[in-house]
């Protein structure tokens, strides 16, 4: 199984003038560890259950080209973009660019979007629900226009793009992979199985490997009503509860991540809720990675 880091808590040691050092030193741990995945969230506001607007937070491309300089071979995304964040051919050439640069390591991660206090803090437009997924598949169909050989134009309901130039074009061919976040069975779903290369799921401990079973037999039944093969989308969770980065407890969650393993998770993405984020990817490196790549 694959792991990943999620970067979910910048009040760290040391205040904001220490968030350089120590994002570059959660790249440097993530290679030294061999960890497949370096992601950060897209919000502008810090997140209710995780202190709210008062805590700090990054724009998210802006960290991954950061992070692109101090990795070499961890995939870099967010996780995930809200589609109502950036116009999607403005999205498209952002995602081309950190895949040039980070030499194929980009990956649009992309969902609906939810977090109504900082758009409407920062007055950036939040639709309606049914609009917002409007937009996500008008924002799928365009990003997959823009890393195509057709560079014409796109008309749909709520985008129109009178040509669909991306020059240069992503150095990941065709396209770096697109994973949708969210589990939602009639849209979400249906979106990755039609456009996606990778799922995310969340996966609480307590609910154990059944939920997540369940919505993959779903997302199965969207391939095959669209004639596709559901062992070519990659199927990851978001880890939502704690992990111990010791001896122990990297035991406890490999073990863990076994039955998840047993109803189809490739992956698991886990989050450093600790101001020591660097200690954190460390102590993966140390106790869980090699365990995980065995599962």
């Known amino acids: 199984m694959r792991l990943g880091v999620h970067v979910v808590n910048f009040d760290i040691q ?9 994002l570059a030193g959660v790249g440097r741990a993530v290679e030294d560890a061999g ?4 992601s950060v969230m897209d919000h502008y506001f810090q997140m209710e259950m995780a202190g709210g607007p008062e805590k700090p937070m990054l724009e998210g491309y ?22 109502t964040y950036r116009h999607p051919g403005l999205l498209a050439k952002i995602v081309t660019t950190l895949d040039v640069l980070s030499s194929g390591r980009g990956m649009l991660g992309i969902g609906a979007a939810w977090y109504d206090r900082e758009h409407l803090g920062l007055g950036v437009p939040f639709p309606p629900l049914k609009e917002r997924f409007e937009r996500l598949e008008e924002t799928l169909q365009i990003v997959l226009q823009m890393w195509s050989d057709d560079d014409g134009p796109y008309e749909g309901r709520h985008y129109t793009l009178a040509e669909t130039i991306n020059v240069p074009q992503s150095i990941t061919r065709p396209h770096p992979p697109i994973m949708i976040g969210g589990s939602g069975e009639n849209k979400t779903l249906r979106f990755v199985a039609q456009y996606a290369d990778a799922c995310n799921i969340f996966a609480a401990p307590d609910a154990g490997p059944d939920p997540v079973r369940a919505k993959l037999d779903v997302l199965a039944a969207h391939c095959a009503d669209v004639g596709r093969d559901p062992d070519l989308i990659r199927k990851t969770i978001m880890w939502t509860g704690l992990v111990g980065t010791d001896a122990a407890g990297g035991r406890a969650f490999v ?6 393993s047993d109803v189809g998770v490739e992956e698991v993405h886990v989050m450093p ?7 954190f990817v ?10 995980l790549n065995d599962v």
Do not use: K, W, Y
């Open 62 to 83: 802006t960290t991954l080209g950061f992070l692109a300089a101090h990795t070499s071979t961890a995939e870099l995304q967010l996780l995930v973009t809200g589609v």
């Open 282 to 291: 460390r102590g993966l490196g140390d106790h869980v990675v090699a365990e």
């Open 35 to 38: 960890i497949a995945n370096l």
């Open 14 to 22: 040391g205040g904001p003038g220490a968030l350089g050092s120590t």
């Open 273 to 279: 809720f600790t101001d020591d984020p660097v200690g």
């Open 255 to 260: 073990e863990e991540m076994r039955r998840f």
